[in-house]
């Protein structure tokens, strides 16, 4: 129960801040340069909140938080000066895409080690879904991505075996894709993924 209060805690301060962009600048935008950074901490804070013992499952899913987070363009915005960051911008940019791809390749080990806890049909469900959520991301098609997570979430939601940690995270990750998508099917894809 302590999971799933913090999980609607992050959606619902992500909707507040969508909702005070827009009163500001009329565009009710959620994907913005918090995302990833807010998976991280939102995954530390539900580690430490239940006091679980760290096995490979919590240690991917750290893994998986850290290398999304540092991928960030806010990120790497904070750590680089203005002018650093303009220069070297190319440089940022391959940086930023190994991280990327660090983070697809442990999501994927992720979503196998929560399937695998899973004894009925939806682990090989989750792992289809899983697979093809990675092969989404790793090729930039992120007008498919929808279809692969919606499913994957449906599959861990049905699940009895999972763990409220990760079914909790599980969560976040398809409201954070989902509220993209959504966005990006407004705004533009461009100016959605160049946000993030």
Known sequence: MVSERIVLLAVLTAAMYGLSAYMKDGAYLLPFGLYKVGLFLVALILLIANRKTIRLREVTLILWAVFLAVSSKFVM???????????????????????????VVFFFFWQILIAWEDKTIYRWLQIANGAAMSVCLMMNMFEWLIVPTWM?????????????????????????????????????????????
């Open 152 to 196: 994957w979430l449906m599959s861990v939601f049905l699940s009895k075996t999972q763990n409220p940690i990760h079914k909790s995270m599980a969560g976040l990750v398809g409201f954070v894709i989902l509220s993209s998508w959504c966005s990006a099917l407004y705004f533009g894809k461009e100016a959605i993924l160049g946000n993030l």
């Open 77 to 103: 915005q904070l750590i680089f000066s203005d002018r650093d960051f303009e220069q070297q911008l190319d440089t940022l940019v391959v940086f930023s895409s190994w991280f990327f791809l660090g983070f």
